[in-house]
């Protein structure tokens, strides 16, 4: 953790360095690509000693399939390497190392590089592989024409911005803010005219940079005081569960529940900031005329703790992982794709029992959810009142599931997590399985699902 945060910190004085000195106008591509990179690999040895060279190891297999597999095969073979190299790597920590050494806790970027490998992968499938129509408006937008040179690639996967703590973005967005494309780009994609500006303005990082430190800060007071104070684990002790209330029980799961977040708000927004602080994350100007730096960002802290259903909530929390999912995996499974994008998801966090059970119930839960809500929101839109009443049950519901939902993937084993389903009744289960049941919905298929890209990408098109 000690190495983790300096690493970070160091790489966040070094992005405001990249930025001023060695921005596009100072130096070229090559430059900046071979900076990052050997940046990028310096941390990941000084945090990881010689347990780094599974990530360099990883970086180049997928290389000599990048170059040698054949173009319709490319993405099937880059995942299937990456996946079970990963899976392979989280075994061997968890049953040779037993998480006793903590210098063999590599997993994290493993995990940052292994999408990273994939969604190019993807990405270069759809550019060379396919025809524009077979693509949705946001593949054509993300497709890669050209395999990368190997600067480029170890630039894209290696780079120190996002090494040690992400987040994952897509190759051509990286790309064009290497060669200094990347806010222009942004701006042009939003029609910089229209927004007041009679020439393209220049956007500056600082005060975004700015903003997310202070968020940092507060996670980390917040963790420093609150995630020690309030363990997980004490929702499954015998006294508690045997003095404690049902309703009682569950208001206490809210609040530890709570208490685990800080550290992820503290490491995902630090990581989002050094990015920034390097000039990159623009993601254009709002409807008020703000510039934006959100594109790599990987929660919204509001939308999560005022999410009114289970969907807002995932959409909001480990965003950038949630895009690498849905581009690698949803939008491409041919069936069943929630369930799979769920199986994909707990795959790739690791092999403990309680990253199954979170995401199995998390199947369960997002498809009730989905069948209460497009069989019961409508009638309660006809008055402010009713939305209004709507909105606080649905909160209260929601954060209540995610709690439930969340709370194996804390605890890991599978005793654990049974004794708290038990404490609980399993009751989200029991609810969301009479609700689906009760109201069934019919799953939308692959074909509905392409017409209604094809539909999008026609009307971008038309415009």
């Given amino acids: 953790q000690i190495n983790f945060v300096a690493c970070q910190l160091f790489a966040l004085l070094a992005a405001f360095w990249f930025r001023i000195y060695l921005s596009p106008s100072h130096a070229s591509s090559a430059v900046r690509h071979a900076f990052a990179t050997l940046f990028g690999i310096y941390f990941a040895v000084f945090c990881f000693g010689w347990y780094s060279i599974h990530l360099f190891v990883l970086v180049m297999m997928n290389y000599g399939i990048m170059n040698l597999a054949s173009i319709p095969n490319i993405h099937r073979y880059s995942f299937v390497v990456a996946m079970g190299y990963l899976t392979l790597c989280h075994i061997s920590r968890i049953y040779i190392f037993h998480y006793g050494i903590l210098t063999t806790d590599f997993s994290g970027p493993l995990m940052i590089i292994t999408q990273k490998i994939t969604t190019l992968a993807c990405q270069l499938h759809d550019g060379i592989g396919r025809q524009a129509e077979e693509l949705t408006a946001e593949q054509n937008r993300l497709a890669v024409k050209s395999r990368p040179s190997l600067l480029e690639y170890l630039s894209y996967l290696l780079n120190f911005m996002s090494i040690i703590a992400g987040p994952c973005s897509n190759y051509k967005d990286y790309i064009a803010f290497i060669e200094g494309r990347h806010v222009h780009m942004k701006l042009l994609e939003v029609n910089w005219k229209q ?150 998801s707990a795959l790739w966090h690791g092999i403990y029992p309680g990253y199954y059970f979170t995401f199995l119930t998390g199947i369960l839960i997002t498809l009730a959810a989905r069948a209460i809500r497009n069989n019961c929101r409508h009638y309660f839109l006809s008055s402010v009142p009713l939305k209004i009443a709507y909105d606080v049950v649905t909160w209260v519901v929601t954060q209540l599931a995610v709690c439930y939902t969340v709370a194996p993937f804390v605890m890991l084993a599978v005793e654990p997590t049974i004794k708290f389903y038990k404490s609980v009744y399993f009751h989200m289960h029991i609810l969301s399985i009479l609700v689906l049941l009760l109201l069934p919905v019919r799953p939308q298929t692959h074909s509905v699902r392409r017409a209604q890209n094809q539909a999008m990408l026609n009307s971008i098109k038309n415009k």
């Fill in 195 to 344: 927004k007041g500006y009679d020439r393209l303005p220049d956007p500056s990082p600082t005060g975004a940079v700015m903003y997310k430190l202070c968020i940092t800060l507060v996670s980390l007071i917040l963790f420093l005081t609150l995630t020690k104070n309030f363990p997980m684990a004490y929702i499954i002790d015998n006294e508690f569960l045997d003095k404690t209330p049902f309703l009682s029980r569950l208001g206490y799961l809210y609040v530890v529940t709570q208490a685990a977040k800080p550290k992820y708000y503290f490491a995902w927004t630090l990581a989002d900031a050094v990015n920034n602080a390097a000039g990159y994350g623009f993601s254009g100007v709002d409807e008020k005329g703000t510039f934006r730096w959100d594109l790599l960002s990987n929660l919204n802290i509001w939308n999560i703790e005022t999410a009114t259903s289970f969907k807002m909530y995932i959409e909001n929390w480990n965003i950038q992982t949630a895009a690498w999912l849905k581009r690698v995996c949803y939008d491409r499974a041919p069936w069943y794709p929630t369930a799979l994008t769920f199986i994909l």
